[in-house]
């Protein structure tokens, strides 16, 4: 009996985030990314970190902290 050895993968949590996000942007051009902290600061637990270098800021957008006050 024959067996096939299948190589497995370990990312975190984030790693697979950012994969994805990578992987779903270089597929399709129509894709972005916007939110506080995303492009620049690569979020705050440096999920994103290098997708505004490879993609640009035009489609990985920081957006500010909006707070309403009256």
Known sequence: ???????VRELTYGEAVREAIAEE??????VFLI??????????FKTLVGLVQEFG???IVDTPTATSSR
């Not at 009996?1 to 190589?7: G, H, I, K, N, S």
């Not at 942007?25 to 129509?30: G, K, L, N, V």
């Not at 939110?35 to 705050?44: L, T």
């Open 1 to 7: 009996m024959a067996t096939t050895e299948t190589a």
């Open 57 to 59: 800021t035009d489609r």
């Open 35 to 44: 939110g506080e902290d995303v492009a620049e600061a690569g979020h705050p």
């Open 25 to 30: 942007m270089r597929r399709d051009p129509r």
